[in-house]
């Protein structure tokens, strides 16, 4: 089991030369240790609950200085974990938050493990487990809508609702469990199958918002692909609006694949530029280029095959045309600025299923119908969110899908006539998968999968 006795230290922000850094202490010494650490300019010895400090960080034994420090003491239950909490703010360099950590190492704390600080933030009742969960998304949010995503996690609107899903199929387990043991006119006839089917419907609507959720919070990944010299860099640079990838006019300028961001209407779109494929190659090191995106297009969610209208569609177009397949794909055809060569008719038959796009990728035309062609195709049309989603993580998809084929399968029994024992199974089941979103049945191997993926210090 987790020790939450011990008191843990971190430095909380990230190592690296900064204005400030953070050491952060929890549990019942965090008082004790800052206290033998710190010396106020005012000389007060006692730490005021929620008010900054100014002074020093000393060694104990020689008194002397270490660094400049704020310092801040939050008394429990009012603080992140539920523990006496202090953070220790000083000069943002690894050598002073090393000695301080480790000060505070020597005095009797343990270094926290990652993400230790959350999850006694749960265990103590704080945060439920969706909330835990939406601390890292909040941290690893890379857009504005991902972000929104998270803080409507946080601020707890998914544990509610999941919560008062749990809560139908708890009033319905307990009325089946009660006419588990009673003759059958003894208990009064209740309706369960209304109440269940008003639970999927539920379940129903949550999952809907899950798909656009999802694509919120991790993005969506695009290979770029085409023959060489068509213009992908070019390309990925408009995408991102500034000058990420080297664009020559020579064939086979991009070698190896090269992943940046870019922030399509509140999207993360992860583009991935890849070397230009051509069927035959003499180059070792083209080779290899090559080889490494038809694995981009292989992991890619969707392909932007690029070509070059100015010029007729070869042999080459129509073999990367068959390696993007059946994918969701964008036919983008650059350098609209020169004269069109390419026979419409040929084009029909090519990747029949893309929408095509017109784009100059030099003279930056295009671009913006290119992105609404790639929100259109990631969320299946439906662009515009009149509320925001509140399923984003796989985690919680996967769950609310088990309630949901568990609850489904308790009314199938209940039209059966089946006993009320064999209906209660699904239902508990139902509601097992419910509380392990929000961490009411939880195993000790998920916490840790969880809380693994955090920081120290967080
Ligand atoms: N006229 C015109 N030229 C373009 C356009 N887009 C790119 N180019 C030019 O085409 C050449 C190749 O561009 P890149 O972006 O390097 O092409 P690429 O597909 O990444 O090429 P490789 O990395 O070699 O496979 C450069 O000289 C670009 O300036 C465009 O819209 N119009
Ligand atoms: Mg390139």
Redesign the pocket.
């Known amino acids: 089991m987790y020790s939450l006795d011990d008191t843990i230290a971190a430095i909380a922000t990230s190592i690296g030369q900064s204005g400030v850094g953070v050491v952060k202490l929890s549990g019942p010494e965090a008082y004790p240790i800052a206290r033998r650490l710190f010396r106020s300019a005012t000389g007060q010895t006692d730490l005021r609950p929620r008010y900054a400090h100014y002074g020093r960080i000393i060694e104990p034994d020689s008194e002397a200085p270490v660094d400049e420090a704020l310092v801040v003491y939050m008394p429990k239950p009012h603080s992140y974990t539920r523990q006496d909490v202090v953070e220790i703010q000083a000069h943002g360099g690894i050598v002073p938050l090393r000695r301080i950590l480790q000060l505070t190492l020597n005095l009797g704390a343990r270094p926290a493990e990652a993400g230790e600080m959350t999850l006694r933030a749960f265990l103590n009742g704080r945060l439920d487990l969706t909330q835990a969960e939406a601390v890292l998304d909040v941290i690893e949010a890379k857009t504005e809508a991902a972000l929104r995503v998270a803080n409507e996690q946080l601020g707890g609107r998914l544990s509610a609702q999941v919560a008062g899903v749990r809560r139908a199929l708890l009033d319905t387990l307990a009325f089946l469990e009660a006419s588990i043991d009673f003759v059958e006119d003894e208990i009064p006839a209740q309706d369960v199958v209304g109440p269940l089917a008003e639970v999927c419907d539920q379940l129903e609507k949550l999952l809907k918002t899950a798909d656009q959720g999802l694509i919120y919070r991790q993005g969506v990944r695009a290979a770029i692909v ?12 408009s995408l991102l609006r500034g000058d990420r ?11 190896d694949t090269l992943e940046e961001t870019a922030n399509i209407a509140g999207i993360p779109l992860v583009l991935v ?4 494929i051509r069927t035959e190659t003499a180059d070792e090191v083209e080779r290899i280029g090559v080889e490494r995106s038809r694995l981009a297009l292989e992991r890619a969610d969707l392909a932007l095959m ?1 070509m ?1 209208g ?1 010029q007729e569609l070869e042999q080459g177009d129509w073999a990367i045309g068959r390696l993007v397949g059946n994918k969701a794909a964008l036919l983008v055809i ?5 004269p069109l060569a390419q026979n419409q008719d040929q084009l029909a038959d090519f990747l029949p299923n893309a929408r095509r796009v017109h ?5 930056n ?1 295009g671009i913006e119908a290119l992105e609404e062609a790639i929100v259109e195709l990631v969320s299946g049309g439906s662009i515009v969110l009149a509320d925001t989603p509140l399923v984003s993580n796989p985690r919680h998809k996967a769950l609310l899908q088990r309630a949901l084929g568990h609850t489904q399968a308790a009314i199938a029994a209940q039209q059966a006539e089946l006993s009320p024992d064999l209906v209660s199974i699904d239902v508990r089941a139902a509601v097992d998968a419910l509380g392990e979103i929000t961490g009411e049945t939880v195993t000790e191997d998920l916490l840790d999968t969880i809380f693994s993926k955090f920081c120290i210090g967080k």
């Open positions: 085409g023959r060489p010299n068509v213009g992908k860099s070019s390309l990925l640079n990838a080297i664009v020559t006019a020579i064939p086979g300028t991009t070698r530029d890849t070397a230009g690029v070059d100015s650059n350098k609209n600025d020169l784009i100059s990728a030099l003279a035309e």
